[in-house]
């Protein structure tokens, strides 16, 4: 018999009893503060944001994949800093990218290996671990430079298959912020993770506009409509988990048609194709919603083997809902089921301008163990582990992202304009948007010296 529309109006710690993968965690005490405009456009905020908050939080600088080998460097920026990792002898180094005789940047490539890298302006040239390894007319200096000249460095960690870094060695160690989060993505095994899109797009908006939106699943419904055929977007269905440090976490059941998708008694294709894929006939579910996730978890762990794919490690919940974590401050992590493919979907502060922010958006796709091909469903293209993969840069408006992506991004401008207008007061939220108040009661926490110490 199909389960009635209450019996499916439950949230995944409902649906998992005991899963340590849905566990609800406890609901903090929120501090509300208030969600105003200011907070979008002020210099002076976007100021305290950086001294307070964006220097003391740890954050993915790129694929731990791209610093494999010593000599393996990428090049990235947070806010107005312009930063260096290169693979050393024993791991990564985070340096500042600034070459220490009279402040030129010290290398403009995004990528690359070397063995040691020369400054354009006077030559100077630092070894991979930091060290300055040769400097022209060193007599003609005070002191040789070569005996104590080192570029800035601060702490980077690999986790996840990322490479993390924070900027203020005082601030709390990777452990201590990821908190809760380290078991939960560490519960995926993401390590073998390849990046397989890469995009960068500058978006004049705040960088808070396009974080809030991935806080909260309430904007489903309008801007997503055709995830409410895959999705469970109810209200009283989606699960969202607040933890220690300004981490959170969203929950959708998946392969479970939203009680407001209608007709009820049909099958979406996006479901149909999920069923057959797994050799299960869609016609007995047509008027059965609530009974698919179940059916196919089931059929996924019975063919597991078959398929040439390990799913021990994954919870029931794991192989079929949707999993969004939101890292303080800005990072957000979707990992799709079975853990196949993660969107790294992040906003990073402008140098200059509070109302401009960089907008990252990565796709990184799993290799099946001791393969060196995937086939990327969403793209209909087969991937080899060393492929080159585009870094895509442009502004906002120059080209699409993808799909689903655009449809969050097209919104970013569009809210910023109201921040600056007398005629909005400050952010009215339901419950569901509770993240946004959660993520933004930590940002103040940050500032006033409360996190992050
Ligand atoms: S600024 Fe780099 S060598 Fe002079
Ligand atoms: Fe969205």
Redesign the pocket.
Known sequence: MSLTMEERNITPSEAYPGDKTTTKAAEPELLKVEITGDRYTSKEFKDQEWTHMWRRVWMIAGMADDCAEPGDFFTCDLGHEPLLFVRGKDGVNGFYNI?Q????K?VLQEKGMMDSFS?I????KYGLEGELIE?QDRDDFERDPCEHVRLADFRTEIFAGFVWYCLDDDAPGLDEFLGDMKEQLESWQLNDGFRVEHFTVELPCNWKVVIDNFQEGYHIRTLHPQLMETVNENKESVQYDLYDGGHSRMILLGCDPSPNFKPQNTLPDSITHMLTKWDIDPEQYKDKHGEIRPALQQTKRDKSAERGKDFSHLSDAQLTDNFLYDLFPSCALSVYPEGEYVWLLRSRPHPDDPEKCIFDYWTIAKFPEGEDTLYWEHMDMTLTRDAEIEHKQFKWGEEPISFGIDQDVDIAPIVQQGMRSHGFKKAILCNQERRVQFLHDNIDRYIKGDLGR
């Open positions: 070459c005789h009279r402040g030129a010290l400054c302006y006077h030559g100077w400097a």
